[in-house]
Structure formats: C-alpha cells, structure tokens
T-cell receptor, first 115, second 112 residues
C-alpha cells in the first residue's frame, strides 16, 4: 500500500543510452513532481504536473521528457544520458490549491548512475 | 545565493542529548514553512508544517519554531535516538505560486 512508488530503485547505464523511470501514486493527488537530488543532497524541482498538465519546467535539458498518462502516473524519460545526469531522482505528489499547497509525499527515490 | 540557508551543515550528537537545527530564509512573502526528515537512501518525510502566523509546532520529540519577523526557523530534537540520524530539510513555500524553496539540509548523526 505504498503511497508514492517509483521504479526502478537503482539504474546503472552507459553514457548515451535512453532510460525511463516510472512513478505512481495512490493518494488521489492531482499534482505530481520530479525532483533531482545531487551528490550534495540538494533537492531541485524539475517538473510539476497538475491534472496531467505541465505547470513547472525548471529549465531542464530537453533530453528529459516527462509524461503523465493520467493523474496517478508521472514517468520520466531521459535520452542520451550524460555523466552529469547521475543523481537520485525523486517523484512526489500533493493536492494542489489552498494557501501553501498540500503536503508533499515523496517516493523512495531512483538512483541513476551513468558510466 | 540560496533563498533557504541551514546550519550547521552537519552535527554529531550523543544519544539522549538534545539538539537544535537552524533555518534562515529570505523568501517573502511565504505561505508556510516545512521541515522534512530524510533517512539515508529514503525519500523525505514531512515532520512539521507551520503557516506564517504560527510560532511553534510539535511532532513527538520534534519541535519546530518560526519567527517570521527575523525570517528564522529552528527544529529542536529532544532526547535524541539513533533513529534520528538523518538529513533534516527546511522548505519554504512562496506565497501565491506555491513554489518550494529548499535548504540543503542539516545532516545529523546520533552516536551511542
């Protein structure tokens, strides 16, 4: 009964490959996010979707393409992987609206290592 | 310059002792301020959420305080346990667009 689940948890791949990370939430939230956490543990927003619509795109290279088939899923596809893409990617979800937005629930993270 | 600065960057404390983590922010106006706990290899988990009008919020042995005038927040851990070893992240939510500004976290290690 995991609230926000993402797969795979670990991903090791060669430079230049294309890979995807999947995320699903069963909390009934209308907003989903992708965050990148680098080696210095700093969390940075990449994308945010509300009801399948892209609402935040934080100048991420266009090699990264999020896809939201429905409100409960937000997948991240990365083309032509580079060494600098190595990081932990976190999916999160929340209810939108209200002052300050809803509480953010994070997945367990997907550690991507590019060799 | 980051909008949310946390100190100390890392901290080692003995089990059973108390500690206080600091968060200074420049975000204004803001809707609320949150503290998250991130265990190694796990996703962040919410500890406290305070609106701009609240001064303190507790969650078990964790107590967060907020001084909106000085733009400072603190997280106090009472009677620390080994399971408190984690990174504690301060997050400020901007008023209006609900964008989140993250601190880099305070890394706490509790030793027996």
């Amino acid at each position: 009964d995991t609230a926000v689940s993402q797969t795979p948890k670990y991903l090791v791949t060669q430079m230049g490959n294309d890979k995807s990370i999947k995320c699903e939430q069963n909390l009934g939230h209308d907003t989903m996010y992708w965050y990148k956490q680098d080696s210095k543990k700093f969390l940075k927003i990449m994308f945010s979707y509300n009801n399948k619509e892209l609402i935040i795109n934080e100048t991420v290279p266009n090699r990264f393409s999020p896809k939201s088939p429905d409100k409960a899923h937000l997948n991240l596809h990365i083309n032509s992987l580079e060494l600098g893409d190595s990081a932990v990617y976190f999916c999160a979800s929340s209810h939108s609206g209200g002052s300050g937005g809803g509480e953010l629930f994070f997945g367990e993270g997907s550690r991507l290592t590019v060799l | 310059k980051n909008q949310v600065e946390q100190s100390p960057q890392s901290l080692i404390i003995l089990e059973g002792k108390n500690c206080t983590l600091q968060c200074n922010y420049t975000v204004s106006p803001f809707s609320n301020l949150r503290w998250y706990k991130q265990d190694t290899g796990r996703g962040p988990v919410s500890l406290t959420i305070m609106t701009f009008s609240e001064n303190t919020k507790s969650n078990g042995r964790y107590t967060a305080t907020l001084d909106a005038d000085t733009k400072q927040s603190s997280l106090h851990i009472t009677a620390s346990q080994l399971s408190d070893s984690a990174s504690y992240i301060c997050v400020v939510i901007l008023y209006g667009n609900n964008r989140l500004a993250f601190g880099k976290g305070n890394q706490v290690v509790v030793i027996p």
